[in-house]
């Protein structure tokens, strides 16, 4: 496989649910992110990764939780979500220069995400 | 706080024509970048064009090309010669110089027609 991966593509799930979005990166990039796309709202960056270490954490709920156990994996775990959440979570990944920022990020084709 | 603003929810060309979206931003900022997303219906975003705001010469891909107006802070893609696999939601976006974030607009559906 190339590019970036995410799985599973969509999920349904209730309020008192916990799941798991995957992300795996088959580039040999140095950072990963999850961004959220909401109907009518520009994408909005929730967490990056940097070497593996969380670098931002964009005022995220706690209901959301990432994990990044590697440079090739990255996990968002959720639970506990409100109808608000449904969204598309979109997954990337980056080659960073470090201090410059990424010049070009590699997107999923995210996991579609409905809160019952 | 910056913000990208696509005026254009909607545009759509005739295929082999030539087609302008128009994106606007709001920065102090002097060292930042610009981008242009494509998102297909398949969902996965794909960078068009990039531009640093250093450079005076509009960035160019070949049928894409971008016209830059720092003063303005004006930040439009052109696609010339425009085919039906163009058809997608673009995206501006904009970053900070060494910063992680992206900031989107909320895009532009262009629609091909045959």
């Known amino acids: 496989e190339t590019g970036v991966t995410q799985t599973p593509r969509h999920l349904v799930m209730g309020m008192t649910n916990k799941k798991s979005l995957k992300c795996e990166q088959h580039?040999?990039?140095?950072?990963m992110y999850w961004y959220k796309q909401s109907a009518k709202k520009p994408l909005e960056l929730m967490f990056v990764?940097?070497?593996?270490?969380?670098?931002e954490n964009n005022s995220v709920p706690s209901r959301f939780s990432p994990e990044c156990p590697n440079s090739s994996h990255l996990f968002l775990h959720l639970h506990t979500l409100q109808p608000e959440d449904s969204a598309l979570y979109l997954c990337a990944s980056s080659q960073q220069t470090f201090g410059t920022g990424p010049e070009k990020l590699f997107f999923g084709s995210g996991t579609q995400l409905s809160v019952l | 706080a910056q913000t990208v603003t696509q005026s254009q929810p909607e545009m759509s060309v005739q295929e082999a024509e030539t087609v302008t979206l128009s994106c606007t931003y709001d920065t102090s900022e002097s060292d930042y970048y610009l981008f242009w997303y494509k998102q297909p219906p398949s969902r996965q975003m794909i960078l068009v064009i990039r531009q640093e705001a250093y450079k005076q010469q509009n960035a160019t891909e070949n049928r894409f090309s971008v016209n830059f107006q720092k003063a303005a802070k004006s930040f439009s893609l052109k696609i010339s010669d425009s085919q039906l696999g163009d058809a997608a939601m673009y995206f501006c976006a904009w970053r900070q110089g060494g910063s992680e974030k992206l900031v989107f607009g909320k895009g532009t559906k262009l629609t091909v027609n045959p």
């Open positions: 990764y940097s070497l593996e270490e969380r670098v």
């Open positions: 580039l040999g990039h140095n950072a």
